[in-house]
Every structure is written in structure tokens, then in C-alpha cells.
């Protein structure tokens, strides 16, 4: 069995580990992260992940804070009127277990956890797009501690945001939204699976056609929103944040391991080998990008051949013996392991053959091999190992043998005869002492010594304990048997081990909150002032709009996501609470904007895809075509931000009488590509309605 000696230094960046599972959980433990990630069935931005019960959790807490590693449970997705007091029953249950940090997207939550639960530590998800330090102010007042930033973000930007008081949670590894983050809703308008509430269709990984003024562009790939995974776990040593996050609730046991392992060690100051590279490669890859935070664009960015796990390329096709493929091998295989031709056909080597049709456990590069397959293969396909079989092997052995251990020091000492053994323990921050059950008699032979007490309370090999410090004092002529001092060796682990894992609650507050609001009838055309908390910050709630107000907003854009019956409910019940009208506005007219983000598949396509500013977008028509035959509509914004919009607007406008009926009196439209006269009849139409 293998023990893990380790004990995070105290200016040490933490290293956060994803866990979906159990088997992750162990994984990532092995591996030496400083903290997990875990989620829920309910409120998860991975709905689709096994996640845990509340039981599991409350399991997982206990288990790892004994061996010191913070449990952080995301609640990171919009919630709506009627799923606010599930969600912050949830927290408030998670909170009485002990747990270290929420991790939490919606303002309303996150409003009111802090004035019924202020002492429950709340990290702002990197799906609430922060990225500046006038936001992290804000959410200050809202008694946020640690932000998880936008991935979009430079190295400049998250120095700019280490300034601010708060502490700071960058991802150095992992998937890569192409999407600003928490600010997507292709999934959602396209597919119906909101993204910011965990169940995204990923249709930025499916196939495009890029159209210039209605006509298809040619171009030999198609996956055009598609990036590579980010990973700047060589740049570490150019990061001074709180927190190293490793993205991946949906990955496998072997990928958490390898990715805490080589994350633990560049932060360690040791340097990675061209093995270790390739064994993550192994575990999950779709190609490498230093991403935003080092200013990656173009074709350093995107993947855009395949939007699947690549691994890596062991040989080629050369030929066919019946059901068989007959690979040249550039690298060894093992039957068990996964492999895949080109970008298509995929499976396990359930029955390896040599070239002479024997069958095989191993066989070793620059030799032939045969594999039957089910589906068509393509002479000359490259074949990929995605599984290796001996890597799963060696993690599942190293997550079942690897025992954390925790430095511990120990004081035992008798006074004299018909005095107990006295048994002090300190892990440094808790202090348990114990008593023998038996009291010591006069020795007939051979008198107690320090020697034989040392050798029993050493005796820790199968826990968590590990004795680095040893004192002993003993009377002279004493003698205790070996079972009192092995029982009191347990005894005392036994109580550090519940002072260690033992929760202390601050008692839940009553909600006391009332906002502070102007009247204001508008109509917003184009663009929101910053008294207006905009749609990007995703309010769905009632406590989402006093949220905003908390923060200084005096007026609150609703989440395009909503549809009438939710705003009804909403601003109902903001009304209920508070007495007073809900100072909302809603869209009522406009291309809804499926995507925003930095990548730019125009620039990427007709040009280099590095250069900014080229302007094409605004001097022709782009569209992005779906096998389905969707198009949407892309331009850029001042920023160079390209952006993606439903061709058909949405139209409200013959609703405004319905909204007034709920004293909404603030309305928004937003044009992209209307005519002047369209923009002229869609605000004449909209004056006609109010008047």
C-alpha cells in the first residue's frame, strides 16, 4: 500500500480536482489535489454527470476533511421562481454538512445565502462571465469570496483582478466554451437544453458551413466553433492565483488523475517529461491551446477537424484480412486498449493478432497487428489509441492503494503507579487528549519504556495518521499490557478524527432586505445604460432582481431565457415580498444573440485568423449554416467580438399591454441588421401599442 505524504504549503495555489464519481473521487485523492468539485442531482451545471445524493455528499465531506482536502459543491445554474427556495433549501442542508465553498451562478441565490446564511462561503461561478474588477466589486457587497473567471479572460485581465480583495480561481485545463462564458443560449433556442442550466447540447461542437453573401465558402474543415482544450499547465509558474481549476466532471477516473498529478507537480516546481505529456494526451485531448489567457486566436485556438477526443496516433492502415484490419504500428498496443481510424469509426481491441493471426496481449511498435472491426475502414486511415488499457489499470491500483496521510504529533505520558496512560494528539490546529482504560500497575519484570510505547503508537500504517513528532514521558517501575496502549492509540485517532470532520453552523438569520428603487418608464433602444443591470447577468428570480439593486442597479434587464409566465411570476412575487413594483425591463424586440465570443470564423477562414479589426463582417453578409440548414446571422461588435443571431427576431411588441398589466413599464429593443425603414415601422408600431 502507498502512502501519500502530503500537506499543502500555506502560500501554495490550491489545486482543484473535478470528481463526478466515486471512482474520480479516489482518483484525484491519489493524485494530491487540495480540493474537489462536485455537484448534486438538482442545480448542477453538468446535469448529465452521475453527480451525487446528498447522502454521498455528506460522505464525501467527512472523508476528505479528515484528511484535509475542501469540498466545494456546485449550484451553478439559473434558477427560476419556482426552484429559488429548493435550491437555497439545498445549500442551507449542504451548509449544516460542513461543506467548504458553494460554487453558484444565479444572483438571487447567492442574495439570499448571504443574508440567511452569512457565514457559508460562496465562490461566484466562472458561468456569471466575470472578468474585471468592477464586477468582482459588486459581488463584494453580496458577500461573494473567491471568483472562478471567465476562461475568455488574458493573463492581464486575472492580474487586474487579483487586486480586488477576493481570492481567485482560474481553469488551467480542460474543455473550452467558445462562448463567453454564461453567455450562451444556442443550446437553449436551438435545442431546448439550456446551457445555464446544465444540460447543453454542445452546438458549438457540431458541423458548419461559413456563407459570404449566400454563397457556401469551400474550406477542408467543418467543425468552425469547435476550440482544443486549454491547457497552461507549463505556465503555471507565470500565475500567482488562488486556485488551480482542472475542468472535467464528465471525464474519466485516469484523466483526473494524470491532470491533478501534473498540475501538483509544474505547481511544485518540477518539470513535466515528454511521457507524462503523452499519458494525458492518452487520458482526454482535442489538441492544445494556451487559450484566452494567452491571447490565442485562429488556428491556435480551434480544433477544427474533429470535436472529439483525439489521443494519439500508434499507426496506419494498410490492408484488410477478412473482418480484420491489418495496422502498421509507429507505437505499441495492448488488447483492451481503445483506438480509432481518422475521425470516424471507434472501438476496443477485444482480440489483438499478430501478423501471422495469433492472438496477442501486446504487441510493440514497428510491427504489424490485425483488429476486427464492425464498421467500413479507409486504407491509409490513421489509427489513434484513445484508451490505454495499462494507463486505467495502473490509475484504478494507485486509487485503491494510495492512502492520504496527515502529519500528526504525539505526547504520552504516566505519572506513576495506579495513574492512566495519557495520550495527546495535534494535527497543529486541533488537540485531542485520552486516557487509558486501565490504570498503570507496578511492574513484577520488565518496566514500561519509551521504546515499546513509541513502536505501538506508530503503528498507523492502515489510517490516516501519520506520527511525525514523538514525545514520551514515563514513571519509573510502570507497566501497562500492549492491548491498553494499542486501544489507546485508537482511542486518540479516533477523537482527532472526530474533531477533524466535526461541522460548527453559525444559526440561520431571517431575511431582511428591502430595496431601494426610483420609477423609470423607458424605452431602451441599442444599448443599456450602467444603471441597468443588462442581460448578461441572467436573473430569473425574484432575488435576482434584489440582488442587482443590492449592487447598486437601479433597473433590471430579465434573462432573454424567460418566457411571459415566468416573468409573471416573478415580478409577482418580487411585488409580494418587497410591496413595490418589480423595476424590470424586458426585451421586447430583437435578433436573439445565440453566442458571443472572441474566435472569429470569418478571420479564421478568409484570412489568418489572428488578425483583428479586418472589418469583413461588416462589409458582407457571414452566415453559419447547421446540418440542419439553421443559419445564423454573425457580426461583430465594436470589440471585435463576433456574434451569432437567430435570423428570425423575436417580437413582443403586441405584448407591452400584457407586461403594463404587471406594471413592467421598461422595454428593450435591439437591432442588428433591420433596414431604417424596418427600424422606423418597428418603433412606430411600438409607440402605437403604448399610446
Same mark, same amino acid.
Given at each position: !500500500?502507498?502512502?501519500?505524504?502530503?500537506?499543502?504549503?500555506?502560500?501554495?495555489?490550491?489545486?482543484?480536482?473535478?470528481?463526478?464519481?466515486?471512482?474520480?473521487?479516489?482518483?484525484?485523492?491519489?493524485?494530491?489535489?487540495?480540493?474537489?468539485?462536485?455537484?448534486?442531482?438538482?442545480?448542477?451545471?453538468?446535469? /448529465?454527470?452521475?453527480?451525487?445524493?446528498?447522502?454521498?455528499?455528506?460522505?464525501?465531506?467527512?472523508?476528505?476533511?479528515?484528511?484535509?482536502?475542501?469540498?466545494?459543491?456546485?449550484?451553478?445554474?439559473?434558477?427560476?421562481?419556482?426552484?429559488?427556495?429548493?435550491?437555497?433549501?439545498?445549500?442551507?442542508?449542504?451548509?449544516?454538512?460542513?461543506?467548504?465553498?458553494?460554487?453558484?451562478?444565479?444572483?438571487?441565490?447567492?442574495?439570499?445565502?448571504?443574508?440567511?446564511?452569512?457565514?457559508?462561503?460562496?465562490?461566484?461561478?466562472?458561468?456569471?462571465?466575470?472578468?474585471?474588477?468592477?464586477?468582482?466589486?459588486?459581488?463584494?457587497?453580496?458577500?461573494?469570496?473567491?471568483?472562478?473567471?471567465?476562461?475568455?479572460?488574458?493573463?492581464?485581465?486575472? +492580474?487586474?483582478?487579483?487586486?480586488?480583495?477576493?481570492?481567485?480561481?482560474?481553469?488551467?485545463?480542460?474543455?473550452?466554451?467558445?462562448?463567453?462564458?454564461?453567455?450562451?443560449?444556442?443550446?437553449?433556442?436551438?435545442?431546448?437544453?439550456? $446551457?445555464?442550466?446544465?444540460?447543453?447540447?454542445?452546438?458549438?461542437?457540431?458541423? #458548419?458551413?461559413?456563407?459570404?453573401?449566400?454563397?457556401? %465558402?469551400?474550406?477542408?474543415?467543418? #467543425?468552425?466553433?469547435?476550440?482544443?482544450?486549454?491547457?497552461?499547465?507549463?505556465?503555471?509558474?507565470?500565475?500567482?492565483?488562488?486556485?488551480?481549476?482542472?475542468?472535467?466532471?464528465?471525464?474519466?477516473?485516469?484523466?483526473?488523475?494524470?491532470?491533478?498529478?501534473?498540475?501538483?507537480?509544474?505547481?511544485?516546481?518540477? *518539470?513535466?517529461?515528454?511521457?507524462?505529456?503523452?499519458?494525458?494526451?492518452?487520458?482526454?485531448?482535442?489538441?492544445?491551446?494556451?487559450?484566452?489567457?494567452?491571447?490565442?486566436?485562429?488556428?491556435?485556438? !480551434?480544433?477544427?477537424?474533429?470535436?472529439?477526443?483525439?489521443?494519439?496516433? %500508434?499507426?496506419?492502415?494498410?490492408?484488410?484480412?477478412? *473482418?480484420?484490419?491489418?495496422?502498421?504500428?509507429?507505437?505499441?498496443?495492448?488488447?483492451?486498449?481503445?483506438?480509432?481510424?481518422?475521425?470516424?469509426? $471507434?472501438?476496443?481491441?477485444?482480440?489483438?493478432?499478430?501478423?501471422?493471426?495469433?492472438?496477442?496481449?501486446?504487441?510493440?511498435?514497428?510491427?504489424?497487428?490485425?483488429?476486427?472491426?464492425?464498421?467500413?475502414?479507409?486504407?491509409?486511415? &490513421?489509427?489513434?489509441?484513445?484508451?490505454?488499457?495499462?494507463?486505467?489499470?495502473?490509475?484504478?491500483?494507485?486509487?485503491?492503494?494510495?492512502?492520504?496521510?496527515?502529519?500528526?504529533?504525539?505526547?504520552? @505520558?504516566?505519572?506513576?503507579?495506579?495513574?492512566?496512560?495519557?495520550?495527546?494528539?495535534?494535527?497543529?490546529?486541533? *488537540?485531542?487528549?485520552?486516557?487509558?482504560?486501565? =490504570?498503570?500497575? &507496578?511492574?513484577?519484570?520488565?518496566?514500561?519504556? *519509551?521504546?515499546?510505547?513509541?513502536?505501538?503508537?506508530?503503528?498507523?500504517?492502515?489510517?490516516?495518521?501519520?506520527?511525525?513528532?514523538?514525545?514520551?514521558? =514515563?514513571?519509573?517501575?510502570?507497566?501497562?499490557?500492549?492491548?491498553?496502549?494499542?486501544?489507546?492509540?485508537?482511542?486518540?485517532?479516533?477523537?482527532?478524527?472526530?474533531?477533524?470532520?466535526?461541522?460548527?453552523?453559525?444559526?440561520?438569520?431571517?431575511?431582511?432586505?428591502?430595496?431601494?428603487?426610483?420609477?423609470?418608464?423607458?424605452? @431602451?433602444?441599442?444599448?443599456?445604460?450602467?444603471?441597468?443591470?443588462?442581460?448578461?447577468?441572467?436573473?430569473?428570480?425574484?432575488?435576482?432582481?434584489?440582488?442587482?439593486? +443590492?449592487? $447598486?442597479?437601479?433597473?433590471?434587464?430579465?434573462? &432573454?431565457?424567460?418566457?411571459?409566465?415566468?416573468?409573471?411570476?416573478?415580478? =409577482?412575487?418580487?411585488?409580494?415580498?418587497?410591496?413595490?413594483?418589480?423595476?424590470?425591463?424586458?426585451?421586447?424586440?430583437?435578433?436573439?444573440?445565440?453566442?458571443?465570443?472572441?474566435?472569429?470564423?470569418?478571420?479564421?477562414?478568409?484570412?489568418?485568423?489572428?488578425?483583428?479589426?479586418?472589418?469583413?463582417?461588416?462589409?458582407?453578409?457571414?452566415? =453559419?449554416?447547421?446540418?440542419?440548414?439553421?443559419?445564423?446571422?454573425?457580426?461583430?461588435?465594436?470589440?471585435? /467580438? !463576433?456574434?451569432?443571431?437567430?435570423?428570425?427576431?423575436?417580437?413582443?411588441?403586441?405584448?407591452?399591454?400584457?407586461?403594463?398589466?404587471?406594471?413592467?413599464?421598461?422595454?428593450?429593443?435591439?437591432?442588428?441588421?433591420?433596414?431604417?425603414?424596418?427600424?422606423?415601422?418597428?418603433?412606430?408600431?411600438?409607440?402605437?401599442?403604448?399610446?
Amino acid at each position: !500500500m502507498d502512502s501519500l505524504f502530503y500537506e499543502r504549503k500555506e502560500n501554495n495555489m490550491e489545486i482543484l480536482a473535478p470528481v463526478g464519481n466515486y471512482a474520480m473521487l479516489d482518483a484525484a485523492l491519489a493524485a494530491g489535489c487540495d480540493a474537489v468539485y462536485l455537484a448534486l442531482k438538482q442545480f448542477g451545471a453538468r446535469a /448529465f454527470a452521475n453527480n451525487f445524493t446528498l447522502d454521498e455528499v455528506k460522505d464525501i465531506i467527512s472523508r476528505c476533511h479528515l484528511i484535509g482536502v475542501d469540498v466545494h459543491v456546485t449550484m451553478n445554474t439559473i434558477l427560476y421562481e419556482d426552484e429559488i427556495e429548493a435550491a437555497y433549501a439545498q445549500a442551507k442542508a449542504l451548509y449544516e454538512m460542513g461543506v467548504d465553498a458553494l460554487i453558484v451562478q444565479d444572483l438571487g441565490l447567492i442574495h439570499l445565502l448571504h443574508h440567511r446564511l452569512p457565514d457559508l462561503t460562496i465562490h461566484a461561478s466562472t458561468q456569471m462571465s466575470i472578468h474585471t474588477p468592477a464586477q468582482i466589486e459588486k459581488l463584494k457587497k453580496l458577500g461573494v469570496k473567491r471568483v472562478v473567471l471567465a476562461r475568455e479572460c488574458t493573463k492581464a485581465e486575472i +492580474e487586474a483582478c487579483q487586486q480586488c480583495g477576493v481570492e481567485i480561481e482560474v481553469f488551467v485545463h480542460g474543455a473550452l466554451c467558445i462562448s463567453m462564458s454564461g453567455q450562451c443560449y444556442f443550446s437553449s433556442f436551438c435545442f431546448g437544453r439550456s $446551457g445555464n442550466r446544465g444540460m447543453c447540447a454542445q452546438p458549438c461542437r457540431m458541423a #458548419y458551413t461559413l456563407y459570404k453573401d449566400g454563397q457556401p %465558402i469551400p474550406f477542408d474543415q467543418e #467543425y468552425l466553433l469547435s476550440p482544443k482544450d486549454v491547457s497552461v499547465i507549463d505556465k503555471i509558474g507565470e500565475l500567482s492565483v488562488d486556485s488551480l481549476k482542472i475542468e472535467g466532471r464528465m471525464k474519466s477516473p485516469v484523466y483526473v488523475y494524470e491532470a491533478c498529478r501534473q498540475v501538483k507537480m509544474v505547481r511544485d516546481g518540477k *518539470k513535466r517529461t515528454s511521457q507524462d505529456m503523452e499519458r494525458l494526451k492518452l487520458a482526454f485531448n482535442r489538441g492544445y491551446t494556451l487559450g484566452h489567457m494567452f491571447d490565442k486566436r485562429g488556428r491556435d485556438l !480551434m480544433h477544427m477537424d474533429s470535436p472529439n477526443h483525439q489521443g494519439i496516433p %500508434i499507426g496506419k492502415v494498410i490492408g484488410f484480412h477478412g *473482418k480484420r484490419v491489418k495496422i502498421q504500428l509507429d507505437r505499441s498496443v495492448d488488447q483492451n486498449d481503445g483506438i480509432r481510424f481518422g475521425h470516424e469509426y $471507434g472501438c476496443r481491441i477485444n482480440f489483438l493478432y499478430d501478423e501471422k493471426g495469433r492472438l496477442q496481449n501486446h504487441i510493440d511498435g514497428y510491427h504489424i497487428c490485425e483488429v476486427e472491426v464492425k464498421s467500413k475502414v479507409k486504407k491509409g486511415s &490513421i489509427v489513434y489509441k484513445t484508451i490505454s488499457y495499462a494507463l486505467e489499470k495502473e490509475v484504478e491500483k494507485e486509487s485503491k492503494e494510495t492512502v492520504r496521510k496527515v502529519n500528526v504529533s504525539c505526547f504520552v @505520558y504516566c505519572d506513576g503507579p495506579s495513574q492512566p496512560l495519557i495520550c495527546t494528539m495535534s494535527d497543529g490546529i486541533h *488537540k485531542v487528549t485520552c486516557v487509558s482504560d486501565q =490504570l498503570a500497575s &507496578i511492574a513484577q519484570k520488565h518496566a514500561l519504556n *519509551k521504546e515499546t510505547v513509541s513502536k505501538q503508537m506508530h503503528k498507523t500504517k492502515d489510517s490516516w495518521v501519520e506520527i511525525s513528532e514523538f514525545q514520551c514521558t =514515563l514513571s519509573k517501575d510502570i507497566f501497562f499490557p500492549m492491548g491498553i496502549i494499542n486501544a489507546l492509540r485508537r482511542k486518540t485517532i479516533a477523537a482527532l478524527e472526530k474533531e477533524r470532520t466535526s461541522v460548527h453552523c453559525m444559526p440561520e438569520k431571517p431575511y431582511e432586505f428591502q430595496p431601494h428603487i426610483g420609477r423609470n418608464h423607458q424605452i @431602451y433602444i441599442q444599448d443599456l445604460p450602467e444603471s441597468v443591470a443588462d442581460q448578461t447577468k441572467n436573473v430569473t428570480n425574484s432575488y435576482g432582481i434584489a440582488a442587482c439593486l +443590492e449592487m $447598486g442597479f437601479e433597473q433590471v434587464a430579465l434573462s &432573454i431565457e424567460m418566457t411571459p409566465d415566468q416573468i409573471q411570476e416573478t415580478v =409577482l412575487a418580487f411585488h409580494d415580498r418587497y410591496q413595490m413594483d418589480a423595476p424590470v425591463v424586458v426585451d421586447i424586440y430583437g435578433k436573439i444573440r445565440y453566442m458571443i465570443m472572441k474566435h472569429c470564423p470569418i478571420n479564421t477562414i478568409c484570412v489568418d485568423g489572428k488578425r483583428q479589426n479586418c472589418h469583413l463582417c461588416h462589409i458582407h453578409r457571414f452566415e =453559419l449554416e447547421g446540418k440542419d440548414g439553421r443559419r445564423l446571422l454573425m457580426e461583430g461588435n465594436p470589440d471585435c /467580438f !463576433m456574434q451569432l443571431f437567430d435570423e428570425t427576431p423575436r417580437n413582443w411588441v403586441m405584448q407591452i399591454p400584457v407586461f403594463q398589466q404587471w406594471n413592467i413599464n421598461n422595454f428593450f429593443v435591439y437591432f442588428v441588421d433591420e433596414s431604417p425603414k424596418e427600424k422606423d415601422e418597428i418603433i412606430a408600431r411600438i409607440h402605437s401599442v403604448l399610446h
